[in-house]
């Protein structure tokens, strides 16, 4: 098997807040193949940004270890870190809007790594704003306009040029489509996997919409309280979820099964998310769990392979053990 592109190693994001812990990701190991799109889906509250922030070092972690191509990435990034890594790893936003500089243009925004982090002089760079103005849907007359000209599609679309401009090989992208009109998610995440072709993309694809990640991923991790409790092939899961929080997550997701390939048996959930400042011993679904027995109240399931064939299926449950 290859090496992965990213290899988290039990990566944990706790947040003081007091005399309390908000323990936001909890000994969280993922890896992603280099080429491969794995959707992070969960409620809000989770830890998804957190995990995606973590990762590319925008929030510095607490505990685990994260490799790129097989090298340690450091605990606290320096300005020089930032440097090094911003041509392997950059991150789409949610909310296009308030991560676009409001006084600059999109010419400005999209060249910027550019100048930051290349040698290029500026005919190359203002060659290569325009080819990625094109690349992403946009035309020549949108250099020279402010981020309130656009729409919120044409502005996710600007994040996504800023962000791939540099050719990075791996893209947090943290529900980049959320903040959009239903009709431009289609697009913008269609724009994403012809980007992802064409350019041998890896993405960590943060989303609430399940339907819509099952769409655009390969695999699927699904996240309950800053743990995972799922991950598999993404039409796997979707159609045949394991953990009872993934079946409760896709009973609650409001695309139609139009091939019934699905059987869409609601999963009703009593009880309400804990605390991130109360997270219980044992699993931490167990309140809400219409599964749980009197072992999920004390001990922590962990991720085991339930499933091999042509899917290695993890979950998190003492159902599987
Ligand atoms: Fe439900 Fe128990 Fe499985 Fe947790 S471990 S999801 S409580 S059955």
């Not at 599609?153 to 994040?159: A, D, F, L, T, W």
């Not at 041998?200 to 943060?206: E, K, P, Y």
């Not at 309400?272 to 679904?285: K, N, T, V, W, Y």
Request: hydrophobic share 35%; proline share 5%; glycine share 8%.
């Amino acid at each position: 098997m290859n090496k992965p592109l990213i290899d988290i190693r039990n990566l944990s994001k706790h947040f003081d807040r007091g005399r309390h812990k908000i323990r936001a990701v909890d000994d969280v190991s993922l890896s992603i193949e280099a080429g491969e799109i794995v959707g992070l889906v969960g409620e809000s509250g989770s830890g998804k940004s957190t995990l995606g922030r973590t990762l590319l070092g925008l929030d510095r972690k607490t505990a685990g270890e994260i490799f790129y191509k097989g090298s340690k990435l450091p605990t606290v990034y320096r300005a020089k870190d930032f440097h090094r890594y911003a041509r392997s790893m950059q991150m789409i936003f949610q909310d296009p809007y308030s991560s676009l500089n409001p006084r600059m243009t999109a010419g400005e925004i999209i060249g910027e790594a550019l100048r930051l982090h290349s040698d290029l002089n500026k005919s190359d760079i203002a060659k290569r704003i325009e080819e990625w103005l094109v690349k992403v849907g946009l035309n020549i007359d949108h250099l020279g306009r402010y981020p309130h000209e656009f729409s919120g599609g044409q502005r996710q679309r600007i994040g996504i040029a800023r962000a791939l401009i540099l050719e990075p090989d791996f893209v947090v992208c943290d529900e980049p489509i959320s903040a959009l009109d239903v009709s431009v998610q289609a697009q913008i995440v269609d724009l994403l996997g012809e980007l992802k072709r064409s350019l041998g993309l890896t993405l960590l694809f943060i989303a609430h919409d399940l339907s819509m990640v099952r769409y655009v991923s390969d695999r699927m991790a699904v996240m309950y309280l800053g743990s995972l409790v799922e991950i598999g092939r993404s039409d796997h899961v979707f159609f045949d979820p394991k953990h009872p929080y993934t079946e409760l997550l896709i009973g609650s997701n409001p695309e139609p099964d139009p091939n019934q390939e699905r059987s869409r048996q609601k999963v009703q959930s009593i009880g309400e998310i804990p605390s991130q400042l109360d997270i219980p011993a044992g699993c931490r679904f167990a309140n809400r769990c219409p599964h749980a027995m009197a072992v999920c109240h004390d001990v922590n399931p962990v991720l085991r392979i339930v499933s091999h064939e042509d899917d290695e299926r993890l979950v998190a449950c003492h159902l599987y053990e």
